[in-house]
């Protein structure tokens, strides 16, 4: 808990500091663009007041996602940063459409421009001012494992990139006469708009569920697969229900001796183990049996397992028990998603019981989640 308010913390400290910042660079870029009649300069300006109003939703969407569960939301209101997160890219989005409108209308009806060296300095300025705030932003982003923030200091960073375009093309009116500001200004409207578009195509993508991170998933495994009880893990789940909050499902290979008390004693063990670990929490461990001391059994399950691999599409079979007496075999395959599942059920169901005609077969069809 003390974890999470460290983090909530310096999360709001730190788009406090983002939206004084932008504020004041958004005014004084204001009051440059007009006294220079620059689109240029109006058009950072804008940017830097959708940045700030980004940092204000940002604190906003932490503050309510903060609230502790309750009997309408028993897993909590973490996602409630992803609809802030939403938000924030419809604004940019729209920041980005508006300015190309601005744009576009003053390559059509050129305006002149009159830089002074007030201007100028004020740009100078807003240049060393996001390359501070950028790699301060990203720094507190990594320290609390926020996206957003880390994401906002990656942003300020090319903001500072924009307001140099800005000033190169003032200089550039200066020494030559020929205006580009009208067309920087269209730069930087494409810019806001594509980084609207990514910032939602992120936050659509959180909300309707990725794949989780390779490297977590891959980490609980062997953490689990540590146990010397457990032979594999296989059809590893995880919900993700905001930043930091991660239920998850699993399925442990056992030894089929293992009885319902030495299971229900290794389930907490590696419950407590993955939370102290990764911090998910495993709010389910089913198990597989696999067969011991029946070389027979071994055999059948080497046989099968090269029949159902020989295809592409087969990624992955475990699970597997065979029961000699009563002529059964289960398990479970991985499937691409090149196959449909039924399909790849009925053609494997069908090779397996040409081998072993006198088995009934009984396969699962499981999803490529994770790796």
Partial sequence: MEKKEDRDRIIVRTSVI??????????????????SNSIAILLDAVNNLSDALSSVITIVGTKLASKAPDKKHPLGYGRIEYLSAMIVSAIVLYAGITSAVESVRKIIHPVKAEYTMVSLIIIVVAVLVK??????VKKKGRDAKSGALTASGADAQFDAVLS????????????????????????ISAVIIKAGVEMMIDTLNDILGKRAD???TVRIKRLLSEEPEVRGAYDLF?????????????????????????????????????????GVILTGVGVYSYNTGDNEAAGIRNRVMETVLSHDWALQLHGFFVDMENKEMRFDVVMSFEIDRQEGVEALTE??????PDFRVSIVSDVDISD
């Fill in 351 to 356: 090779e397996i019981r040409k081998l072993y």
């Fill in 18 to 35: 983002g939206i004084l910042a932008n504020v004041f660079l958004a005014a004084f870029k204001a009051a440059a663009g007009i006294m």
């Fill in 238 to 278: 995880l919900n993700n229900y905001g930043p930091d909050k991660n239920y998850g499902s699993v399925h442990l290979e056992l030894p089929d001796t293992m009885t319902v008390e030495e299971v229900d004693v290794l389930t907490r063990r590696v419950q407590e183990k993955i939370y102290a670990e990764t």
């Fill in 131 to 136: 390359l501070i705030l950028g790699s301060y």
């Fill in 214 to 216: 390779p490297e977590t």
């Fill in 164 to 187: 140099l375009s800005v000033l190169l093309s003032a200089l550039l009116y200066i020494a030559t006469g020929v205006s580009l500001e009208a067309w920087v200004g269209a730069v």
